[in-house]
């Protein structure tokens, strides 16, 4: 009876102290999966620092942003979302033979084009911003 009451405390102790690190931790928004603002900064597409953008299907991170190549027959397109998961923080990844970018830590996966969570556990919509392209010139910002 003694061992049954002791079990009970401990499991007792336990679900409190989680409840604690729920309420502590996991129930705040994680200020890691919230995107940039006020972005704006300018990429040089002939530099070595983004070799990533050289060919369609390539992306860089920079400055906590995700850019794409994502080119539209021969036009270049590039576009631009926040780099870190909405559900967790992990940094995302864009998977050129599928079109789409994923996250590596629970495969939620999110829209080129809109930045739309297609497959969970995210739920929440990544931050998009502007891309607008001069000559070699990149330019990321917000809206
Ligand atoms: S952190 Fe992105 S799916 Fe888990």
């Known amino acids: 009876m003694k061992t049954l009451t ?7 102790l336990c679900i409190i102290l989680c409840s604690l690190f729920c309420v502590a931790f996991s129930c705040k928004k994680n200020p890691a999966t919230q995107a940039p603002t006020n972005v704006d ?3 040089d597409l002939t530099s070595a620092d983004n070799a990533g953008l050289k060919n369609n299907g390539g992306y860089e991170i ?5 850019i794409i190549r994502y080119d539209n ?5 590039f576009y631009a979302v ?7 923080q992990c940094l995302l990844m864009y998977d050129a033979s599928n079109m789409v970018i994923q996250c590596p830590c629970h495969g939620c996966l999110f829209d080129v084009l809109t930045g739309t969570a297609t497959q969970p556990p995210a739920t929440v919509p990544l931050g998009v911003y502007l891309t607008t392209l001069t000559v070699n010139s990149l330019r990321i910002h917000s809206a």
């Open 73 to 77: 027959g021969p036009n270049k397109r």
């Open 82 to 88: 926040q780099a870190n998961c909405t559900y967790g």
């Open 62 to 66: 920079k400055n906590n942003i995700l």
């Open 41 to 43: 900064f300018t990429l």
């Open 6 to 12: 002791h079990t009970y405390s401990k499991f007792t």
